[in-house]
């Protein structure tokens, strides 16, 4: 079992130009550093990356307890740009998270997703295996050799548990292990912290879907695409 976890946060790059992408920029930094101070009151990460292009929020977090890693001229690759984070600070285990992945999330959560990596020899710990925003990997070392499969971090989970092989741990399947085996499931995060959450995003997945079909059904009715069964 590994015996320390890094936490390496992507804290997007250089500010956009575009006014409302500018202001989205700014929301995702300004997350990206509560999610700092709650890293830092858990006490269970050593080293704590932060990886960003933008020199001015850099400089911004300069008196936090934190190692800056900034973004060369190179254009930016995920699996590369993470792997090698991973080398230059030597970690055998780590969490990633992306700047405005978890906001919900309190230091005790962070402290209870620490542990439950250092339980574990080989497995990638996910919000969502699928589409990944966060994820606790463990050996470290195993996203070098996926690196053309990164493209962005929400390939992480699925790539590194359906080809790389390592065992995937998601909210979904943790809040079913801890009601079926109750405190000997060593669970992720509480199950009261865990079924809200999956509550939450089955309805935001409801909502979603019946707006991409409002939209699908009022394009089909301008192009006049719309037709019924029985016509």
Same mark, same amino acid.
């Given at each position: ?5 890094? +936490? ?21 930094? $300004? ?16 080293? @704590? ?8 929020? $850099? ?22 740009? +993470? ?16 700047? $405005?992945? $978890? ?7 962070? =402290?209870? @997703? ?35 499969? !990164?493209?962005?971090?929400?390939? &992480?989970?699925?790539? &590194?548990?359906?080809?790389?092989? +390592?065992?995937? @741990?998601?909210? =979904? ?14 669970? &992720?995060?509480? &199950? ?20 991409? !079909? ?18």
């Amino acid at each position: 079992m590994p015996a320390s976890i890094g +936490l390496i946060i992507f804290a997007s790059g250089a500010a956009p130009a575009h006014p409302m992408l500018k202001q989205m920029h700014t929301v995702r930094q $300004a997350c990206a550093r509560d999610l700092l101070e709650r890293a830092i009151e858990a006490r269970s990460f050593d080293p @704590i990356i932060v990886v960003t292009g933008d020199r001015t929020f $850099a400089h911004s977090i300069g008196q936090l307890p934190v190692t800056i890693d900034l973004d060369d001229d190179e254009s930016f690759h995920f699996g590369r740009r +993470l792997a090698g984070v991973i080398d230059r600070y030597a970690m055998t285990c780590f969490l990633y998270m992306g700047a $405005a992945s $978890a906001p919900l999330l309190t230091a005790a959560d962070l =402290a209870q @997703i620490a542990e439950a990596a250092r339980r574990h020899d080989r497995a990638v710990i996910a919000n969502n295996i699928n589409s990944t925003d966060w994820a606790a990997i463990t050996p470290a070392a195993i996203v070098r050799e996926w690196i053309d499969r !990164l493209p962005s971090d929400n390939s &992480l989970g699925w790539v &590194l548990s359906h080809e790389a092989g +390592l065992v995937p @741990i998601g909210l =979904a399947v943790d809040a079913l292990r801890q009601v079926l085996l109750g405190r000997g499931a060593h669970g &992720l995060l509480p &199950l009261r912290l865990e079924v809200p959450l999956l509550a939450g995003v089955g309805v935001l997945f409801l909502v979603l879907a019946r707006v991409a !079909l409002g939209h699908l059904e009022t394009l089909a009715k301008r192009e006049g695409r719309l037709t019924q069964r029985w016509q």
